[in-house]
Antibody
């Protein structure tokens, strides 16, 4: 059974940094592209960042480009999101999501999410 | 960037109704479209991919159609468990989600 467990969320001041982790199990982590998707309170889903199976290519939404970095450690079956220069509008539940294949396709499994609150 | 627009934003319906949700893309995405169901406090769940392919384990009352820029998700006979928010997502060029359709009980 595929399991994705996010951690690292919490309260951070504007301008601060936070690193999210997503521990994966139940599948061959190194064979799949992965993404982070967020959901602000009471709002819809917003794709944030994607990373290829071999970590050679990354993509970020314009809203986070230059501030967020997605990475992975295939030896630890873990996905990361380094978030810098955080803003109030980054407040959201952050989900990690597994792509159906090694390519950038739909997400067939999601974690339960971790809440990031940016506030002074 | 590809924009996705869902309609309606909210839909009120009754158990047993047949409902259709619409998703429009700002440019052609071929059939690179997925539908997800989300309940409050839960992660999204994949229902449909490649516009019309039913994910394993999803009830057959769910169906998807369309290509290019116009897509629909149909629930043939609403069940109590179906009241939720539904999102479409394009994966032709990176990813974009629609703003969601909340399906509520009439």
């Amino acid at each position: 059974e595929v399991q994705l467990l996010e951690s690292g969320g919490g309260l951070v001041q504007p301008g601060g940094s936070l690193r999210l982790s997503c521990a994966a199990s139940g599948f061959t982590f190194s064979s799949y592209a992965m993404s982070w998707v967020r959901q602000a309170p009471g709002k819809g889903l917003e794709w944030v960042s994607a990373l290829s199976d071999d970590a050679d290519s990354t993509y970020h939404a314009d809203s986070v480009k230059g501030r967020f970095t997605i990475s992975r450690d295939n030896s630890r079956n873990t996905l990361y999101l380094q978030m810098n220069t955080l803003r109030a509008e980054d407040t959201a539940v952050y989900f990690c999501a597994k792509a159906y294949s090694s390519g950038y396709v739909f997400f067939d499994s999601w974690g339960q999410g971790t809440l990031v609150t940016v506030s002074s | 960037d590809i924009q996705m627009t869902q309609s309606p934003s909210t839909l009120s319906a009754s158990v047993g109704d047949r409902v259709t949700l619409t998703c429009r893309a700002s440019q052609s995405i071929s059939s690179w479209l997925a539908w997800y169901q989300q309940k409050p406090g839960r992660a999204p769940k994949l229902l449909i991919y490649k516009a019309s392919r039913l994910e394993s384990g999803v009830p057959s009352r769910f169906s998807g159609s369309g290509s290019g820029t116009e897509f629909t998700l149909t629930i043939s006979s609403l069940q109590p468990d179906d009241f939720a928010t539904y999102y479409c997502q394009q994966y032709d060029t990176y990813y974009t989600f629609g703003q969601g359709t909340k399906l509520e009980i009439k």
